[in-house]
């Protein structure tokens, strides 16, 4: 499974976008990148996923190198709501069971 | 919206004792999964289903646990013999299945086994 590589932490001010990096420079070219989040103890919820395209929905946009090494979660204007831990995740090929690392805890402030 | 319903929401059980876990999973979706978080740790995967077998499981899921889906709506996780290292919260994903495709989980069960 390609490995990824998130910061511990990080902090957002309520209104502002939150820009959540993810390095995942051992992904193989049809390894699809997945994004969850974790609020408090609850199930994990589905954000957004891609695989080369920059991808946008409702919640989130996704922004992924040309190399695809790395990638960009965005939450545009982020509320005290998205405040959880964000989860970048590289699915392998052979299997759709997703590994969960230890993720980004976010903090939104007012 | 559909989705990925869970009961109970908190099981105590005693050491020993069997305990079935219960999940509805979207009614389109045709794959199955069993996650565990043990209180701080990570998301763990358990267990994959897809046409009434499984399909990959990992190291901890062991003899003790067992997985069915007895009618076309319900996916059951069983633990025949708990012990306290079960202690953990237990979720239940379903997708349509495929590389393109994302899993949807439930809000979990909370088993504490005493």
């Known amino acids: 499974d390609a490995k990824t590589t998130q910061p511990p932490s990080m902090d957002c001010a309520e209104g502002r976008a939150a820009n959540l990096p993810c390095n995942h420079s051992?992904?193989?070219?049809?390894?699809?990148v997945y994004w969850y989040r974790q609020i408090h103890s609850q199930g994990p919820q589905y954000i957004i996923h891609?695989?080369?395209n920059n991808e946008t929905n409702e919640m989130a946009s996704l922004i992924i190198t040309e190399d695809r090494k790395s990638s960009t979660l965005i939450l545009p204007h982020a509320t005290l709501r998205d405040t959880a831990v964000y989860y970048c995740?590289?699915?392998?090929?052979?299997?759709?069971?997703?590994?969960f690392g230890t993720g980004t805890r976010l903090q939104v402030f007012p | 919206e559909p989705e990925v319903t869970q009961t109970p929401s908190h099981q105590v059980t005693q050491m020993g004792q069997e305990v079935i876990l219960r999940c509805v999973p979207i009614?389109?979706?045709?794959?199955f999964y069993w996650y565990r978080q043990i209180l701080g740790q990570k998301v763990e995967f358990l267990v994959s289903?897809?046409?009434?077998?499984?399909?990959?499981k990992s190291e901890i899921f062991d003899d003790q646990f067992s997985v069915e889906r007895p009618d076309g709506s319900n996916f059951t996780l069983k633990i025949r013999s708990t012990k306290l290292e079960d202690s953990a919260m237990y979720f239940c994903?379903?997708?349509?299945?495929?590389?393109?495709?994302?899993?949807?989980f439930g809000q979990g069960t909370r088993l504490t086994v005493v």
């Open positions: 994903a379903s997708s349509e299945g495929g590389m393109n495709t994302e899993a949807f």
């Open positions: 051992t992904i193989s070219g049809n390894e699809y």
């Open positions: 891609g695989l080369k």
């Open positions: 995740i590289v699915r392998a090929l052979n299997t759709d069971k997703l590994i």
């Open positions: 009614s389109n979706h045709l794959y």
């Open positions: 289903f897809y046409n009434n077998e499984i399909s990959e």
